[in-house]
Structure formats: C-alpha cells, structure tokens
C-alpha cells in the first residue's frame, strides 16, 4: 500500500482479461492453428508498422498510421454523408405523420441490408471504388441517426411543445428554439451509434475495393500470405473503433447535460 | 360584460375504457385587474380547466371570452405558469424569458426588448441568476423564472396552475408574498389554480371552490373582505379571514361526499398523457 501506485481490482483485472486473451491466442497458435503467428511473432514482423507508422514504400505496404488516416479520410466522407442525409430525414419522419406513414417502411427495410450488398450496387453507380466506398459508408452508417431522431423528436415533452404554443412560435421558431434542442440529446446518441457503423463498414469497403487503408491492407497481407499483419489490422481497427467511440461518447455527454 | 367570461365549459376525456366527465358546466366572471382563485382538491380537473382557459385543449361545449374575444386556441394574451415551471433546459433564465418578450414583441427594436426582459428578471430578482440554467436553479428560483416568463407577455389573463405547489412550505411562503408585492405593482388579471386555502385567502379577492369530479362545477365565489396591500402576518386572527376559510372549506367538505374520487383522479391523470 506504500506504493505509488496503487494496485487496486480496477487497474488489475483489466490487465487480467487481456494476458488470459494472449495466452490464448498463443496456445491456440503453437497447438490447433499453426498458421497463426503467436503474439511475439507478430509484435516482431509489425513493429515497423506501428513504430514508424507513416513509413510509405508503396502503395500498399505503409506504416500503420498512415493507412488508418486513409481510412479514417474515408469515413469522415461517408459518415459526413450519413449525418446530412439522416438527420433531416430523421426530422421529417418524427415531425411528419404523412411523412413517416410514406417512408418508415422502406427505412425499415433498408436498414438490414449488408455493406457487402450495397458496395456492388453502389460500384454499379458510379463505375470508380472511391465514391462507390464513401456511399457504401454513409448509406449504412445513416439508420442508427435516422431511427433516433425520429424518436427523440417524437418524445419531446408536452410542456415544451406547451410553451411554443401559448407564445404563437412561427413553424420554423418552434423547430429552431424547442423542437431541435429537445432533440438533441438523442440526435447524438444516433450520431455515436451511426460513427460505430462507420468503422465498422469501411473494412468491408476497402476489403472489396482494394483501396489502401486498414481494410485494404488486412485483405492485401492475406493475400500474401503475411498473416501477422492481418492481426496488426485487426489490432488497430479495434483500437481505433474504441477510440471514436470514446469520443464521441464525451460528445454526447456534453451535449446529454443539458 | 365582465372583462373574462366563461360560460358553461364541458369537457370529457375519452378512451377506450370510456368516457370521463372532468368538467360539468364551469361558470366563471373577472373584472379586469381582479384576482381570482379557483380552489379543489387534487384531481378534480384543475389542470383540465387551465389548458382549457389557455386553449391548450378545445372545450365540449360552452365558451371562454376575455376582453370580449372568444378563445378559439392558444396565445400569449393568456400567459401561463404551470405546476411544472415548463422552463426550457437547454436555454438561461435570460433567454428563457427574452423568448417570451421577443415572441410577443416582434415589432420592438433589440434594445427596448432587451430592457423589457431585465425588467422581469429583476422583477422576481433573479439578475445576479440571470445566466444560469434551469438545472443550476432550486425549485423556488425556477418558479420565479416561469412567473417571469408568465408576467413578461404582458396577459390580458394570467394563468397560474398550482405555481407552488412543488415548493417546500418555507420558499411556498416566500414566493406567495413575492407575487403578492407584484400583484400589487402591476394589478394583472390573474386566475389562481390551487389546493391550498390559505394560499388562496392570502391572495385573491375572489375565491372559487370547485367541487370534486367527475363533472366538477364551481360553487358560489366567497368574497375575501381583506384589505390590501395585504401581510401575512397576523392575517389569520381577522375576522375577515376567518370567515373566508370557514366559508370555503364548508363547501369543500360538504361537496366532497362521493366515492370514486380517487379512481378518476388517476383516470385524468392517464388521459391528459395520452393526450
């Protein structure tokens, strides 16, 4: 206890969890999987990918850091799609009784459909990967924002909606100054949960497009046998996601405050 | 004709569980600048009488008229309080109330509106408050943020729907005496909804019972005989008083006979939130 720092379950069990997972991952790859680089081997054959990650020798073979930036360029795009076309359309369908009545069931629809289903359509449209990419990203990422605002709107409180009533609010005042800040707080939630989708669709984009990026380079390193930096990709994407999600989460918080 | 008019105000919630009669044929008069409260027990369709008088909800039949127009739906020429303090969280005790002045006043320059909301907010002093959020605010301070909001549309009519009620008794006291000295400043139209009797003697000269549900009426109003400017010190020992408050939780008591006062009360309660 005289220690600086303390070693308290909290800062332990964190670091528990993750030596169980490496002992497994070695165990299973010096028994069952012999193909897959045990945790040492990989750390050897990537360190110069995470420890000069904006190294370019090519076009696919670059430090970690500057592939994730190609990634993370990409989902800014897609995702920036996701919110302009998602929020407005998640306002309409919780303002609109007509509007809703006409579209919910196609967002219902559309919602399940796979990234890997909309790539070829989206390669089909407009015959180059980049943009095909970026309306693969946004399409999918839009629903979770889409789904909450339209709730969030609906759940305003009477009392709010009181209040524009008896001070006469024009249509477009009652939106700017009650509607859309009563909103807001589930808007963001969409918006963290449609950044998440984000992430989450840009390996499948760049998997099947071949574009240089985490997803691009994981699918290129499999295909040339390199199978410790499927796991560097695997490894970053992972963080990376945590990292997004963590701040957008502080986001919402900030936001959620109010 | 008197200056608020109600004449035969009906209204029924209907489910699908049936028909809940709130409100029987509701009469009711003011002068202008008078002060009336309404009296009842809790559920007996209070709430339901002040969306009606502020048109937040259409009556089944009879008619509200103030200063000779007919009420046909909201507007700020009715102001309201409501139980709730209904104050917008994500806006300052300033901007809260400057919706409001700005609202009614969109022909005033920027700068005779901005004075217009200081002098409210100074008026229930709240300016060393003014920049604050409703969330930074105890309760007492929020409803002095909504009686402002209230008083700053400058109502031909001022609805109060149980301000204080959500107050603990101390910071209830406070207030009562704060919109008493408003009161007494500015001489607004103001209806009272209350459970509270000595609330309601301390500050109306006019006192409404309303009888329990289902189909709530008003009794005969009772004079409250107290000369203003009124303090509350003391005030109990007056006959005038006296009288007031014996008159007045008589006719409570005696129309609170009937049995399923508290099944309707919970009845209300859901219909107003289905709504």
Redesign the interface.
């Known amino acids: 206890m005289g220690s600086k720092i303390r070693l308290t379950p909290q800062a332990i069990l964190p670091v528990l969890g993750a030596a169980c997972v490496l002992l497994a991952w070695t165990l299973v790859s010096a028994t069952i999987a012999p193909d897959l680089p045990s945790p040492l081997r990989t750390w050897q054959e990537s360190r110069r990918y995470l420890l000069e990650p904006f190294f370019k020798d090519g076009e696919m073979n670059q430090g970690i850091g500057r592939l994730a930036f190609y990634s993370l360029v990409r989902v800014a795009k897609g995702y920036a799609l996701a919110l302009a076309i998602g929020t407005p359309i998640g306002f309409l369908l919780g303002l609109s009784r007509r509007f809703h009545q006409s579209f919910d069931p196609i967002v219902q629809f559309m919602r399940p459909i796979s990234p890997l289903a909309w790539l070829p359509l989206g390669l089909v449209i407009f015959q180059k990967s980049e943009p095909a990419a970026i309306f693969t990203i946004g399409l999918c990422a839009m629903w979770p924002t889409v789904i909450n605002t339209a709730v969030g709107v609906r759940s305003i409180g009477q009392e709010y909606l009181n209040v524009g009533r008896v001070l006469k609010l024009s249509r477009w005042k009652m939106l700017i100054r009650i509607i859309v800040p009563a909103t807001l707080p589930y808007v963001f939630t969409g918006y963290r949960l449609s950044l998440g989708l984000a992430w989450l669709v840009i390996v499948a984009a760049e998997m099947l497009t071949g574009t240089p990026g985490v997803g691009g380079f994981l699918w290129q390193e499999y295909n040339s046998l390199i199978y410790s930096h499927i796991i560097l990709s695997v490894l970053t994407i992972g963080a990376i996601g945590f990292l997004l999600d963590r701040l957008m989460g502080a986001v919402e918080a900030r936001v959620r405050v109010n | 004709m008197a200056y608020v008019e109600v004449r035969g105000l009906r209204k029924a919630y209907v489910t699908r569980r049936g028909r809940t009669p709130v409100l029987g044929g509701v009469e009711l008069a003011l002068d202008e600048g008078e002060f009336v409260a309404v009296v009842g027990y809790s559920g007996s369709g209070k709430t339901t009488l002040v969306s009606l008088l502020?048109g937040?909800i259409e009556p089944d039949a009879g008619e509200i008229r103030v200063d000779g127009a007919s009420v046909t739906?909201?507007?700020?020429e009715?102001?309201?309080v409501?139980q709730?303090y209904?104050l917008?969280?994500?806006?300052s005790v300033r901007d809260n109330i400057a919706?409001?002045v700005d609202?009614?006043n969109p022909d005033l320059p920027a700068v005779e509106r901005r004075r217009i909301t200081d002098e409210f907010i100074a008026l229930v002093n709240l300016t060393p408050a003014a920049w604050k959020?409703p969330r930074e605010l105890s309760g007492g301070m929020r409803q002095r943020v909504a009686v402002a909001r209230g008083l700053a549309?400058r109502p031909k009519l001022l609805l109060m729907d149980e301000p204080f009620s959500a107050l603990d008794a101390l910071t209830r006291a406070t207030l009562q005496d704060e919109l008493l000295r408003i009161w007494g400043e500015r001489r607004s139209t103001v209806i009272l909804i209350t459970n509270d009797v000595d609330e309601a003697i301390l500050l109306a000269d006019r006192i409404y019972p309303m009888t329990p549900g289902p189909d709530a009426v008003l009794g005969p109003p009772i004079e409250v005989g107290l000369p203003r400017p009124r303090r509350r010190r003391h005030m109990s020992l007056e006959p005038a008083y006296q009288k007031a408050r014996r008159a007045l939780v008589d006719f409570l008591r005696a129309s609170h006979g009937a049995g399923s006062r508290l099944q309707q009360a919970t009845l209300e309660r859901s219909c107003l939130e289905l709504?």
């Open positions: 502020g937040l739906g909201p507007g700020p009715r102001g309201i409501f709730h209904s917008l969280p994500w806006l919706l409001a609202a009614v959020r549309m709504r």
